[in-house]
């Protein structure tokens, strides 16, 4: 077995070997959400991501994986919005009359579009930006970047244009409110930090409510999508507001040792001390060390008072609260957690001073990761020992893009994974996607990356749809089946393959998790299989089942099967939710039972005594099949049903089999063919089973989801809807020219020119010889007239054949 090595973002280049702490074992720190909106797709690419490695290392490298996972519960971004959040709640309470609502939002329309988009207010405008004037100005100003172009015009757009694009959806609702009065309803997004600017330093925190419910509930919703997802579970959870007295103790630490200064009752760590005493700072991102607006992003709303720091670099370990901010007791005065602080904390709590892996989104490597990794190693540190290694392997899953940006929460910009798994995905249709690009790459998702995730998923469904009725229809109780089917055989081709296929994946997964490649490697084997199983009726069907179930264990150990466990050893993969554990026989095989005693019924009712038909009625008795199943502890419940459906499945192909040998007459051969059909299309449809007839052997049973089938059954049935609909309106088209042309057939052409304005004057065969302004018909003209007239001739002269009249 290859090798495993990794890219780890401390080492950037090339792929560097993985070798853990501990042998066999590998800890592993997680930066999960700050929780105080929905996850969108961008957190679905990161965590989804980060399962398939974790799976992969767990499930084929065979390592046992300590994960670990924090909640952010208390950062700018929840304090915000919890807040804003219940002053809105209050403002809304309070008795304003209409006008004064009105006058609120126009303030707080003013008051947003001047933070925020100040071209809207040039200094060529003398009036004040309304409504009213919103939409012109709008254009004049940003109609560059409406228009997809940059706010310079110069390069591509980015999340600055990104940025204007939300705030001007916020002033469109806004200003729509406004013209309408639906005010409070349509202007949230204006609102909400025009009542924070408003009342924000009187809101009491010492209840903190707010925050806590805000954050719970979103706890509660990403939990909810990565289980909708199929993401493990994280084998410990920590959370911020559940470890702020060892916040407090590690920031004492870092400060004893000379590494962090108090500056009006906020700590910020002293890069300088750190560099000097022989660490490195920013070791993922040194060319981003002086980056100010990254550096500024980090620091939230603390970057705004910069008093006291000794350096703009230097960051916040303790935060100084201000007033409306909640807050918590600590040597340098009522304070919060610093950003990065809380991750330092916990990880190095649950994993200890070093562990092994390190993960997050590519946005948080600087400054957020290199922030984490300097105090990490300052708390850490030991004179004269040299640098500490707190994380060996860092790893930055890619972002997903949108047009260019990033999509993000604080850009508006994503749809939430609740609204994509409603709408536009399965969870096995987007963990494909992710897995069809490498982990660390950025993706925007396109059509094209789109339609191959669909592809590989139909290819993979059908293959282990196909076997799974080969394999039953072979190990039906038909001997002669059974040994064509299942004989014993000489190593083949295919079984090559699979050996092979099994080197090649392993070799992609030991390059850094090459998932792309590996996908690839399975399809290339399923599509040789399928050539196989298709090429001879007497394929070795135990070699494509072998094909089948190792591909099913790499589905398994990917992910893409919710209700599979490791070592993943079952054929298939499942719907795509997660059944029952225990299932009970009788219940689940009562819709199968129920259409063959219903179908058994309707042929019975046919009369067709003397065929083949009423000895299989007699013959057949799925029940009997069904109680050894049970007996034998059978849980799987395709299996279960499949007495039943094989019994169905005979009586159809019995029914066909009459219809062109027996002297039907036509009432009865017209019943059985509608019953045959609606067995196939109704009965067997609507419990996801579908027939596949086949010559000289009886129907194919293959189970596929009924919303599948049916789709198709619909589609199919509006296909021939619109066939019959355009031949009948060619019908009527054919007998409308049919009929305009014998009309116009029907005027003899004596009388075709006649009560034509255009002339005065007519010779005996009913030709014009006077134009209306009493001038000779021209030669050139009367020619053309003439032939025209010869033509009528022609056709009146059918006319009359066809009808014998004249008009």
């Known amino acids: 077995m290859a090798s495993l090595t990794i890219q780890n973002s401390l080492a950037p280049g090339s792929a560097v070997p993985f070798v853990p702490l501990e042998d066999g074992k590998v800890s592993w720190y997680a930066c999960g959400p700050t929780t105080y909106d929905l996850s969108h797709l961008g957190h679905a690419r990161n965590y989804v991501s980060t399962d398939i490695i974790r799976r992969i290392l767990m499930h084929h490298f065979g390592f046992s994986v300590n994960f670990v996972m924090n909640f952010t519960d208390v950062d700018d971004k929840i304090i915000i919005k919890a807040r804003r959040n219940k002053l809105l709640e209050l403002e809304t309470r309070k008795p304003y009359s209409p006008e004064q609502r009105r006058e609120l939002v126009f303030k707080a329309f003013q008051a947003y579009a001047s933070s925020n988009l100040p071209l809207l207010q040039s200094a060529d405008d003398a009036a004040d930006l309304d409504e009213n004037n919103y939409q012109a100005r709008k254009e004049a100003a940003y109609g560059r970047v409406l228009a997809g172009g940059t706010i310079t015009g110069e390069g591509k757009p980015s999340d600055a244009e990104a940025k204007v694009k939300m705030y001007l959806n916020a002033l469109d609702s806004a200003a729509q409110a406004l013209r309408t009065g639906t005010l409070f309803d349509s202007a949230e997004d204006i609102l909400l930090p025009y009542l924070d600017s408003l009342y924000k330093e009187t809101f009491d925190t010492r209840d903190q409510t707010p925050f806590t419910d805000l954050t719970q509930a979103m706890e509660k919703a990403f939990v909810d999508d990565m289980t909708a997802l199929n993401v493990l579970p994280p084998d410990a959870v920590t959370r911020v507001t559940e470890y702020v007295p060892q916040i407090v103790k590690f920031v004492e630490q870092i400060v004893d040792k000379g590494f962090a200064y108090e500056a009006n009752g906020s700590v910020y760590f002293d890069i300088a001390a750190f560099e000097n005493a022989g660490n490195t700072y920013a070791r993922l991102r040194p060319e981003s060390k002086n980056d100010k607006a990254l550096q500024e992003e980090g620091e939230g709303s603390l970057s705004k008072t910069l008093e006291g720091k000794k350096r703009s670099g230097d960051f916040a370990l303790w935060k100084k609260s201000k007033a409306g901010e909640p807050f918590w007791p600590s040597p340098w005065g009522a304070g919060r957690p610093g950003w990065h602080i809380e991750c330092s904390v916990m990880a190095s709590d649950k994993l200890g001073e070093q562990m092994d892996i390190h993960s997050g989104g590519i946005d948080l490597a600087f400054p957020h990761h290199d922030n984490e990794l300097a105090q990490s190693e300052a708390y850490f540190h030991e004179c004269g020992k040299g640098e500490h290694t707190w994380v060996k392997y860092f790893l930055h899953m890619g972002h997903l893009s949108i047009a260019g940006s990033k999509m993000s929460k604080s850009l508006k910009n994503f749809q939430t994974i609740q609204d994509a798994l409603a709408t536009t995905y399965t969870a096995r249709n987007m963990r494909i996607v992710f897995l069809m690009g490498k982990w660390n790459d950025g ?292 007998e409308k020219a049919e009929e305009e042309k014998w009309a116009k057939a029907k005027v003899s052409p004596l009388d075709m020119f006649k009560g034509d304005a255009k002339y005065l004057e007519w010779d005996a065969e009913g030709l014009p010889t006077k134009l209306a302004d009493g001038s000779e018909v021209p030669k050139s003209q009367a020619k053309k007239l003439k032939k025209e007239q010869d033509r009528q001739k022609k056709v009146h002269e059918e006319y009359l054949v066809k009808f014998g009249t004249s008009a």
């Open 443 to 734: 993706v925007e998702i396109s059509p094209d990356m789109r339609k191959q995730a669909d592809n590989w998923e139909t290819t993979l469904d059908n293959f282990f749809t196909n076997i799974k009725a080969k394999l039953s229809e072979a190990e039906a109780p038909t001997s002669a089946v059974k040994d064509l089917s299942l004989a014993d055989k000489s190593v083949d081709g295919l079984t090559e393959e699979l050996e092979q296929a099994k080197k090649d994946l392993n070799a992609a997964l030991s390059n850094s998790f090459d998932t792309p490649t590996a996908m690839q490697v399975i399809l290339r084997l399923v599509r040789d299989a399928n050539i196989y199983m298709n090429k001879s009726a007497d394929a070795n069907l135990q070699t494509v089942e072998a094909v089948a179930r190792w591909v099913t264990k790499i589905a398994g150990i990917f992910g893409l099967d919710p209700g599979a466990q490791p070592p993943y050893e079952g054929l298939g993969w499942g719907s795509g939710e997660i059944r029952a554990a225990v299932v009970d026989p009788k219940t689940a095989i009562k819709p199968y039972a129920a259409v063959f005693a219903k179908v058994n019924e309707d042929v019975q009712a046919l009369n067709l005594a003397h065929t083949p038909v009423q000895a299989v009625l007699a013959q057949q008795q799925p029940q009997v099949e069904f109680s050894e199943l049970e007996k034998s502890g059978e849980q799987d419940i395709e299996k279960l049903a499949l007495p039943y459906l094989r019994a169905t499945s005979r009586l159809r192909d019995e029914l066909r089999g009459i219809i062109s040998t027996a002297a039907l007459d036509p009432m009865t051969k017209q019943a059985v063919l509608s019953l045959s059909d609606r067995i196939r299309d109704y009965d067997l449809t609507d419990l996801g089973v579908q027939l596949d007839d086949q010559t000289d052997r009886p129907s194919l049973i293959k189970f596929v989801p009924a919303a599948k089938l049916i789709a198709a059954r619909e589609e199919k049935s509006a296909l021939l809807a619109e066939k019959a609909k355009q031949k009948e309106e060619a019908r009527r088209a054919r």
